[in-house]
């Protein structure tokens, strides 16, 4: 079993012009401007492909600071101006290393330096206390910036869910820079796949031991021909609720079946660590989270 995963191979073209999603607001409104996407008219979604730079304002690249500069390995959303959250499978060996992180804000294509790219290092990791690295249970964790993210229409939060969000059987959206094939490099430019969450059940009976149907703690996501992969890990899995026509984090890339579309993958379900999650905030950095009003 494998840790990390996303956006391999390609899929249809969605037939339904998609240029305003996340971009004209929506019937209801959100507690604070989240979830946004930037993107020119007349596109179009289309599954595991590169998307335009800074289309997706909430999505950060996780890295190491060395000598050398920054290695990125795990990908996060913003939450805050103060606060990322990620996968604790992403944070348990830096933890453990004590090696120093960073969060890269506004980047795009890794192969180009970017005027809108904005780099800030990490001053704590809140990793679940609960997390296994045998199950991957519990897989999140917070992280709380050395200084506060200047937002803008490039750089911006993601939406959180209501409690109790159910997205079984509906499109999600999957964002992040990971590798085209199992062990390969992660890709200079992200992407974006769409797929459909499964019902708990499905992913239980599947992810025997893993996976509960009774107390979900984790969303599942499955397409053919389409899966996660390595270098995505903690990354956004999102849905766009129509009535705010805004992106909301329903899930963090968590683990799968080595870059196949044999199994669904897994990811922690943003809904179910909500109490959790407002804890950690207001334990560091005291900050409102962004939802729908």
């Not at 290695?71 to 004590?98: E, L, M, Q, W, Y």
């Not at 917070?142 to 750089?155: D, E, H, P, V």
């Not at 956004?236 to 968590?254: A, E, F, H, K, M």
Request: aromatic share 6%.
């Amino acid at each position: 079993m494998m840790k990390w995963f996303i956006l391999v191979a390609v899929v249809a073209l969605v037939q339904a012009d998609s240029s305003e999603h996340g971009v004209s607001p929506g019937s209801k409104g959100t507690t604070c401007a989240c979830g946004w996407a930037n993107r020119s008219g007349g596109s179009r979604i289309v599954g595991g492909t590169y998307y335009k730079a800074n289309e997706y304002p909430f999505i950060v690249g996780i890295a190491t600071v060395g000598a050398r500069g920054y290695a990125p390995f795990c990908g996060g959303s913003i939450i805050t101006a103060n606060h990322v959250i990620t996968a604790a499978h992403c944070t348990d060996d830096i933890i453990k290393a004590r090696t120093r992180t960073a969060v890269l804000l506004g980047s795009h294509d890794r192969s180009r330096p970017s005027s809108t790219a904005v780099t800030i290092n990490v001053e704590r990791i809140n990793q679940h206390e609960k997390y296994n690295a045998n199950t991957i249970a519990n897989d999140i964790s917070i992280l709380t910036l050395a200084s506060s993210i200047n937002f803008n229409k490039l750089i911006g939060p993601v939406c959180l869910p209501l409690p109790g969000l159910d997205v079984s059987g509906q499109t999600v959206r999957v964002l992040g820079w990971g590798a085209e094939r199992f062990q390969g490099a992660m890709t200079m430019r992200p992407k974006k796949l769409d797929t459909t969450a499964v019902s708990p059940a499905q992913c239980a009976a599947i992810w025997r031991g893993l996976v509960s149907a009774t107390n979900p703690t984790q969303v599942c996501t499955l397409s053919k021909k389409e899966t996660a992969c390595q270098g995505d890990s903690g990354g956004p899995v999102v849905w766009r609720d129509p009535q705010t026509n805004r992106y909301t984090l329903i899930g963090l890339v968590s683990f799968g079946a080595a870059c196949t579309d044999e199994k669904p993958t897994v990811n922690t379900r943003v809904a179910a660590y909500l109490p959790w999650i407002k804890q950690q905030i207001a334990a560091t950095k005291p900050a409102g989270v962004c939802t729908k009003a």
